[in-house]
């Protein structure tokens, strides 16, 4: 185990109203029920970390092994308990740490705080010692920011930083706090933030929309949904499948959109986008209308706009007003929480079915799954493949496990074949595309739902850009699972060198380290298995484990990830092999 | 795509790193910025930017979608050239002795209606108020009597149609 110190100090610290700056900080995360929270200290924050070890019965502090790691942790924790992440880091390079995980969670829509340590204000602008301009270097990738000079503006700008993060289309937010107002005495008292005046996070539903959107699924004779995480950041989870089954229409997922509904729901047709499905991918360019549903069509889902949906109408039901008619022009657009419209929604369609376009759905599906499932789950070669790793995951969590994925082909082949039961179970960078996210990502994660198994899949090269974050898992003794699918080389930008750069394999290739030493230098069981007839124990055994555990899975090298639409291609161009 | 002159209006709240996100949104997008000035609106405590940008009517709406979306800003909108009345303002330094010794001058600040701020031994100064072209054009005819120097203000407009900021303020009051 950890070590740990618990200390408790007699004081009655809630009856304290004359507090300094830095215990208004913690006293302002527990009003917001923040009582976990991942970050390192330093010198600018020393105040704030001195009260949280006064408050360490309330509030648990997760000393993690680098800034960036707070923050994917707190995005993890984010991700699967619905609740915001906080991050802590000191001034300067504390601060700038933060930076990548902001930027993940502002593409993400992740509720996040973000707390930094600042110099004293009577230096601001002098270059003191770690003094940097978080604010400035904050500003493009949070929600909202906020640098505070007097302890007095702490509770207020608190209760703020979490409403913004929280409401409407969640997002980062990052408070920076100058050491003297960290010391500054006041008299504390808190009130929630229920609104602000130029911020309008939810918008009334147009009920004229409503009914041309009814009109629409009404003539609509090959309809198609897409969804994304708004379905999720809405817990709109019910809603959606009543209107799925109550619709009758076929739905794929973008990558943040997986596990809103279980694998097997009748209506799932699988992922869209750059390595989705073959059938959902080919329909969008032949369906009559398209509704999207808390999706933002990013670039890896529609491929080539000019050539994206042309002949459908589109439905676009999303909540923040900026992303409409955004990247592409629709024909209604429903702006609301998805939640409130998909419900208007389900008052008034009617039952339907499309057996033929299903029929069309299905047999496309039969040319993938010849051309490209079969050979990844059930190989013929020698070498394992990602796709069987994945499945021997799923049949020892029973299709149960939170799976939280790094970038690359290992994220693509988990995101294809991993199996969810339940929503908030798929936790990846989407957006960002966050190498060394993962790790970081499933210590949240475990902590967010600790009644849940946490699977990490990671690839050799992201596991090294965050692996000090084992030091995290053993210390806390965090029960998560570490699949590392290593193929030696950094595999998806190989993919693209052989296919778009005629194999000029450039720095692409990892001469790695012993994984499963590294490890168990961090006192982690581990194991390696390179033989097919090892999988099965090897899985098996670290899904059994009550402890973190950590397996190195040796791939297929050269091993590529189908289908793909080449960037800039049109989704018709999916090619299978 | 064809491109034309906008003009954005920006109600905000008045808060410290404002500016800075609102020009990130532009350089996110590689756009310039024809020209930007701030000040206080019709309301009291509420800011209004207005900026000028050159670039193609969907381009412009989006830029103001993502404007709109900041939390500290109320409202944006932009407009044509057609839809505003806008001015700019710009300030001469000239050598006092050329005023005296050139009669040519006081004639051309007499045409361009322009107005003398203030005179000293040494230098005076003029004031143009107007059109772009308007202020360009005293900036070169006076150029070849020795500009000390020249400054012109970005475009401040005010719009032909209602704004309302008072209702938008009071209509998101009632949707929190």
């Given at each position: 185990?950890?070590?740990?110190?618990?200390?408790?100090?007699?004081?009655?610290?809630?009856?304290?109203?004359?507090?300094?700056?830095?215990?208004?900080?913690?006293?302002?995360?527990?009003?917001?029920?923040?009582?976990?929270?991942?970050?390192?200290?330093?010198?600018?924050?020393?105040?704030?970390?001195?009260?949280?070890?006064?408050?360490?019965?309330?509030?648990?502090?997760?000393?993690?092994?680098?800034?960036?790691?707070?923050?994917?942790?707190?995005?993890?924790?984010?991700?699967?308990?619905?609740?915001?992440?906080?991050?802590?880091?000191?001034?300067?390079?504390?601060?700038?740490?933060?930076?990548t995980?902001?930027a993940d969670?502002?593409i993400d829509?992740?509720?996040?705080?973000?707390?930094?340590?600042?110099?004293?204000?009577?230096?601001?602008?002098?270059?003191?010692?770690?003094?940097?301009?978080?604010?400035?270097?904050?500003?493009?990738?949070?929600?909202?920011?906020?640098?505070?000079?007097?302890?007095?503006?702490?509770?207020?700008?608190?209760?703020?930083?979490?409403?913004?993060?929280?409401?409407?289309?969640?997002?980062?937010?990052?408070?920076?706090?100058?050491?003297?107002?960290?010391?500054?005495?006041?008299?504390?008292?808190?009130?929630?933030?229920?609104?602000?005046?130029?911020?309008?996070?939810?918008?009334?539903?147009?009920?004229?929309?409503?009914?041309?959107?009814?009109?629409?699924?009404?003539?609509?004779?090959?309809?198609?949904?897409?969804?994304?995480?708004?379905?999720?950041?809405?817990?709109?989870?019910?809603?959606?499948?009543?209107?799925?089954?109550?619709?009758?229409?076929?739905?794929?997922?973008?990558i943040?959109?997986?596990?809103?509904?279980?694998?097997?729901?009748?209506?799932?047709?699988?992922?869209?986008?750059m390595?989705?499905?073959?059938?959902?991918?080919?329909?969008?360019?032949?369906?009559?209308?398209?509704?999207?549903?808390?999706?933002?069509?990013d670039?890896r889902?529609?491929?080539?706009?000019?050539?994206?949906?042309?002949?459908?109408?589109?439905?676009?039901?999303?909540?923040?007003?900026?992303?409409?008619?955004?990247?592409?022009?629709?024909?209604?657009?429903?702006?609301?929480?998805?939640?409130?419209?998909?419900?208007?929604?389900?008052?008034?369609?009617?039952?339907?079915?499309?057996?033929?376009?299903?029929?069309?759905?299905?047999?496309?599906?039969?040319?993938?799954?010849?051309?490209?499932?079969?050979?990844?789950?059930?190989?013929?070669?020698?070498?394992?493949?990602?796709?069987?790793?994945?499945?021997?995951?799923?049949?020892?969590?029973?299709?149960?496990?939170?799976?939280?994925t790094d970038v690359g082909?290992?994220q693509m082949?988990?995101?294809?074949?991993?199996?969810?039961?339940?929503?908030?179970?798929?936790?990846t960078s989407g957006g960002l595309g966050t190498m060394g996210f993962?790790?970081?990502?499933?210590?949240?994660?475990?902590?967010?739902?600790?009644?849940?198994?946490?699977?990490?899949?990671?690839?050799?090269?992201g596991?090294?850009?965050?692996?000090?974050?084992?030091?995290?898992?053993?210390?806390?003794?965090?029960?998560?699972?570490?699949?590392?699918?290593?193929?030696?080389?950094?595999?998806m930008?190989?993919?693209?060198?052989?296919?778009?750069?005629?194999?000029?394999?450039?720095?692409?290739?990892?001469?790695?380290?012993?994984?499963?030493?590294?490890?168990?230098?961090?006192?982690?069981?581990?194991?390696?298995?390179?033989?097919?007839?090892?999988?099965?124990?090897?899985?098996?055994?670290?899904?059994?484990?009550?402890?973190?555990?950590?397996?190195?899975?040796?791939?297929?090298?050269?091993?590529?990830?189908?289908?793909?639409?080449?960037?800039?291609?049109?989704?018709?161009?999916?090619?299978?092999? | 795509?064809?491109?034309?002159?906008?003009?954005?209006?920006?109600?905000?709240?008045?808060?410290?790193?404002?500016?800075?996100?609102?020009?990130?949104?532009?350089?996110?997008?590689?756009?310039?910025?024809?020209?930007?000035?701030?000040?206080?609106?019709?309301?009291?405590?509420?800011?209004?930017?207005?900026?000028?940008?050159?670039?193609?009517?969907?381009?412009?709406?989006?830029?103001?979608?993502?404007?709109?979306?900041?939390?500290?800003?109320?409202?944006?909108?932009?407009?044509?050239?057609?839809?505003?009345?806008?001015?700019?303002?710009?300030?001469?330094?000239?050598?006092?002795?050329?005023?005296?010794?050139?009669?040519?001058?006081?004639?051309?600040?007499?045409?361009?209606?322009?107005?003398?701020?203030?005179?000293?031994?040494?230098?005076?100064?003029?004031?143009?108020?107007?059109?772009?072209?308007?202020?360009?054009?005293?900036?070169?005819?006076?150029?070849?009597?020795?500009?000390?120097?020249?400054?012109?203000?970005?475009?401040?407009?005010?719009?032909?149609?209602?704004?309302?900021?008072?209702?938008?303020?009071?209509?998101?009051?009632?949707?929190?």
């Amino acid at each position: 185990m950890g070590a740990k110190t618990k200390i408790k100090l007699n004081i009655d610290q809630s009856d304290n109203k004359h507090i300094s700056g830095a215990e208004a900080v913690v006293r302002c995360l527990l009003e917001e029920d923040a009582n976990l929270v991942y970050g390192y200290p330093g010198g600018a924050i020393m105040p704030i970390y001195d009260e949280l070890y006064k408050y360490q019965d309330k509030l648990h502090h997760v000393l993690t092994r680098h800034e960036q790691g707070a923050t994917h942790a707190a995005q993890g924790f984010a991700r699967t308990s619905g609740k915001v992440g906080v991050a802590l880091a000191t001034s300067g390079p504390g601060a700038t740490n933060l930076v990548t995980g902001i930027a993940d969670a502002q593409i993400d829509s992740t509720p996040m705080v973000c707390i930094t340590g600042q110099v004293a204000s009577h230096l601001l602008g002098s270059d003191a010692f770690q003094e940097t301009d978080i604010i400035g270097i904050s500003t493009p990738v949070t929600k909202w920011n906020y640098q505070i000079t007097k302890a007095n503006e702490i509770p207020s700008i608190m209760a703020k930083a979490f409403y913004i993060a929280r409401s409407g289309r969640p997002g980062p937010v990052l408070i920076d706090i100058t050491k003297d107002a960290q010391f500054e005495f006041f008299d504390f008292s808190y009130e929630k933030c229920t609104g602000i005046r130029s911020y309008c996070p939810y918008q009334k539903l147009s009920n004229q929309n409503l009914e041309e959107a009814l009109l629409l699924i009404d003539e609509a004779k090959k309809p198609l949904i897409v969804w994304g995480q708004g379905v999720i950041l809405g817990n709109a989870e019910e809603e959606f499948k009543t209107f799925l089954e109550k619709s009758g229409i076929p739905a794929a997922w973008t990558i943040l959109g997986l596990s809103a509904i279980p694998t097997d729901h009748p209506s799932n047709r699988g992922m869209v986008g750059m390595h989705g499905n073959y059938a959902p991918n080919l329909l969008t360019n032949e369906c009559d209308l398209l509704i999207a549903i808390g999706m933002r069509f990013d670039d890896r889902v529609t491929g080539d706009l000019t050539k994206y949906a042309k002949q459908a109408k589109i439905i676009h039901l999303e909540l923040d007003p900026a992303e409409v008619n955004k990247n592409v022009k629709v024909d209604v657009a429903l702006i609301a929480d998805c939640k409130v419209s998909l419900n208007e929604l389900n008052k008034r369609i009617s039952t339907k079915t499309y057996p033929k376009w299903i029929a069309r759905l299905k047999a496309l599906d039969k040319i993938e799954n010849e051309k490209v499932i079969q050979s990844d789950l059930f190989p013929k070669k020698e070498g394992l493949t990602m796709g069987e790793s994945i499945e021997m995951i799923n049949k020892y969590s029973n299709n149960d496990a939170i799976i939280v994925t790094d970038v690359g082909q290992h994220q693509m082949a988990a995101c294809r074949y991993a199996k969810f039961s339940q929503s908030k179970s798929n936790v990846t960078s989407g957006g960002l595309g966050t190498m060394g996210f993962a790790l970081p990502a499933a210590i949240g994660s475990k902590m967010g739902a600790p009644n849940r198994e946490v699977v990490a899949i990671i690839g050799d090269g992201g596991y090294q850009m965050t692996i000090q974050e084992l030091g995290t898992i053993f210390q806390q003794q965090v029960a998560v699972k570490i699949v590392v699918l290593n193929n030696d080389f950094l595999g998806m930008v190989r993919q693209w060198q052989q296919l778009f750069f005629d194999k000029r394999y450039a720095s692409t290739e990892m001469v790695n380290p012993d994984f499963v030493t590294i490890a168990k230098g961090f006192r982690i069981k581990a194991k390696r298995v390179a033989d097919r007839k090892d999988l099965d124990i090897a899985v098996k055994e670290m899904m059994a484990s009550k402890e973190p555990y950590f397996l190195e899975v040796c791939v297929e090298k050269e091993d590529n990830v189908f289908p793909m639409i080449p960037t800039g291609a049109s989704v018709s161009d999916i090619r299978l092999e | 795509m064809k491109k034309d002159t906008f003009t954005i209006s920006v109600y905000t709240e008045n808060n410290i790193g404002l500016l800075n996100r609102i020009s990130a949104i532009f350089l996110k997008r590689h756009i310039n910025l024809e020209s930007f000035s701030t000040s206080q609106s019709e309301i009291q405590n509420v800011y209004r930017f207005v900026i000028v940008v050159k670039t193609d009517s969907e381009r412009v709406r989006k830029i103001v979608q993502q404007i709109e979306k900041q939390v500290d800003v109320i409202k944006a909108f932009y407009h044509t050239d057609e839809e505003t009345i806008f001015q700019e303002n710009a300030l001469y330094k000239v050598k006092s002795s050329s005023l005296f010794e050139e009669r040519q001058i006081q004639n051309i600040i007499k045409a361009s209606h322009a107005s003398i701020v203030t005179v000293s031994p040494e230098f005076f100064v003029i004031e143009k108020t107007g059109f772009r072209e308007e202020t360009e054009k005293l900036r070169k005819e006076l150029a070849p009597y020795g500009l000390l120097q020249f400054v012109r203000s970005g475009r401040i407009s005010v719009t032909k149609a209602k704004m309302g900021i008072s209702e938008i303020l009071e209509s998101f009051k009632n949707n929190n």
